[in-house]
């Protein structure tokens, strides 16, 4: 199966929130290569700087470590990527990085790991696993 990791989920992960176990299981079936695990390098960072932001500097770097061993593959903002994140932006109220997770879903035929509900009305076009 392959999985789109958004900030939120590996968030929920880091800090031990309710149903960080979830989140859990399947970064295991990853390293186990039972699934495809996929990130946007946007939300990569703002996994970062949410990280230090709510944290330290020191707990941000550590959380792209943690990623980077997980083996989820961190896609590239390509301009196509880019304008295709753009325009759900356009059309639906959710944040800029929230649309790229969406649309690298969207284009790899991936299910979407998250628990954010601004998420909801993309729900007819991707695949969500809600945490």
């Known amino acids: 199966m392959k999985l789109v990791f958004d900030t939120y989920a590996l968030m929920t992960y880091l800090r031990r929130e309710p149903n960080y176990q979830v989140v859990r299981s399947l970064l295991i079936d990853t390293l186990q290569q039972q699934h495809e695990a996929y990130m946007s390098v946007i939300n ?7 990280r ?15 990623v980077r061993r997980t083996g989820i593959h961190i896609e590239p903002a390509t301009t196509a990527r880019v304008i295709r994140a753009a325009r759900v932006k356009a059309t639906i109220s959710l944040s ?14 991936a299910t979407l790991v998250t628990g954010d509900l601004e998420y909801k009305p993309l729900e007819p076009r991707i695949n969500i696993l809600w945490l």
């Open 44 to 50: 990569y960072g703002e996994l970062f700087y949410m």
């Open 52 to 66: 230090w932001r709510k944290g330290s500097q020191s707990e941000a770097e550590s959380a792209l470590k943690f």
């Open 96 to 109: 800029y990085a929230d649309a790229f997770a969406a649309t690298l879903a969207e284009e790899i035929g």
